[in-house]
């Protein structure tokens, strides 16, 4: 990913770079990942550029519909289907609780049915930087004005 310390992400040109570069990243992963999906939009549905941002993808079967959620950005890039998940502050909610679920089975030993990390030699600190995230995401999910209302009034939660 590009070094983004020094750039203005309120402008245009430099924001719509940001959000390509991610969309690629996105393609590569949900493909690697097999998740077969309609369409991955050109902006994120909710987003803290350049550090985190929530995109809608299209379900395969249901075009139109949310079909899952996908967090990237400064952090590990995750996705979760959304059929039941309707805004990007429920979906950035269900992944925080799913890595809290992956971090108590880390520290009890136990394999996450259908999850692989690589924790290399140093297992303690991959969990440190995995609650590290997830306090972030929870304190991201809490904070009411990092979520804003869209123009029908109808808070982006």
């Known amino acids: 990913m590009t070094d983004t310390t020094e750039l203005d992400y309120d402008d245009d040109a430099t924001f719509d770079a940001w959000c390509s570069e991610l969309r690629t990243e996105i393609e590569v992963y949900l493909s690697s990942e097999g998740y077969e999906h309609g369409q991955i939009f050109d902006w994120p549905a909710w987003n803290v550029a350049p550090h985190v941002a929530m995109w809608a993808i299209e379900s395969a079967t249901q075009p139109g519909y949310v079909g899952a959620w996908v967090l990237c950005g400064n952090l590990p890039m995750d996705y979760i289907e959304g059929d039941s998940l309707g805004t990007p502050r429920q979906a950035m909610a269900a992944i925080a609780a799913r890595w809290q679920e992956l971090i108590d089975n880390m520290k009890l030993g136990k394999p996450t ?7 290399g030699t140093e297992p303690e600190q991959m969990i440190a930087m995995m609650e590290s995230r997830v306090g972030v995401l929870r304190q991201l999910v809490e904070d009411a004005d990092a979520w804003i209302a869209d123009p029908a009034g109808d808070e982006n939660e």
């Open 113 to 119: 049915e259908g999850v692989v990390i690589e924790t």
